[in-house]
């Protein structure tokens, strides 16, 4: 059996579709870091939710700790900002699991109720599926992502939907927290204002153009130019860190 483990904090918006799509599941962990709005109320109302508090020590290490968690071997991990379709659902309940492979599936993304196609965003393909005594995430605080050491990568074909930025001011709020946490991690590093304006602009660059952004009309623009702020003040915080310590 799978159990699915979901990592959530103010996200009374979206919780309730998150959940909704996975019922099938026997068990579903959601570890919580500290909501304010209805996120845990709502989620109460699900009999297969399983709820745990725990502090906020970076994404990939609080992975690791609903995996531990979880009563199955097999994990499907899913974000709070991310709805699977039926047709995974059906598809990942069907699966005749092989514990040395992985499972990656295509993430959709979603910016004002729009399909992003641009931007780089067109089809990621995240590996969420596995088996927790042959892979784990990796313990960064952000970006974190799956340690397959080596396992067979299978692929789930139907789609999960990725609804990671409400408006404008989540892209903000997004911003300081990832930055942050990007400092945090990479304290040793060294980095420049000129780095930080180069890269800022390669960032604007790549994702509006070389990866058809400008495809994606005021959205498209929107999405690249966080990036390329996101970029730029990560190293600029990293920057300003270096000269303080």
């Known amino acids: 059996m799978i159990s699915v483990t979901i990592l959530v904090k103010d996200r009374e918006d979206l919780i309730a579709s998150c959940l909704d799509a996975l ?29 745990f508090s725990k ?29 699977l379709s039926k047709e995974a659902s059906d598809e990942i309940l ?21 399909r992003i196609l641009g931007c780089g965003w067109k089809e990621e393909w995240q ?3 596995f088996h927790k005594n042959y892979a784990k995430f990796s313990e960064d605080y952000v970006h974190e992502k799956v340690l397959t050491n080596n396992l067979l990568i299978k692929k789930i074909k139907a789609p999960m939907r990725h609804y990671s930025h409400r408006d404008i001011s989540d892209l903000l709020h997004k911003m300081q927290t990832y930055t942050a946490l990007y400092v945090d991690q990479n304290k040793e590093k060294k980095s420049s ?24 009309g005021k959205e498209g623009y929107l999405l690249a130019k966080y990036m390329a702020d996101s970029t730029f003040y990560k190293y600029a915080r990293l920057m300003e860190a270096s000269e303080t310590s």
């Open 193 to 216: 204002l000129f780095k930080a304006i180069l890269r800022s602009y390669f960032a604007f660059f790549r994702a509006f153009f070389l990866r058809g952004g400008i495809f994606d």
């Open 55 to 83: 502090e906020f020590i970076g994404f990939g290490p609080l992975h690791n700790i609903a995996i531990e968690l979880a009563s199955h071997d097999w994990i499907f991990s899913i974000d709070s900002d991310e709805v």
């Open 94 to 114: 069907s699966l005749s699991l092989d514990p040395k492979a992985a499972y990656t599936i295509p993430r959709h993304n979603y910016f004002h109720g729009k």
């Open 127 to 129: 590996v969420r599926l």
């Open 23 to 51: 019922t099938a599941f026997p068990e579903v962990i959601l570890v919580d870091t500290g909501s304010k709005d209805k996120t845990l109320s709502i989620a109460k109302t699900y009999p297969n939710v399983k709820i």
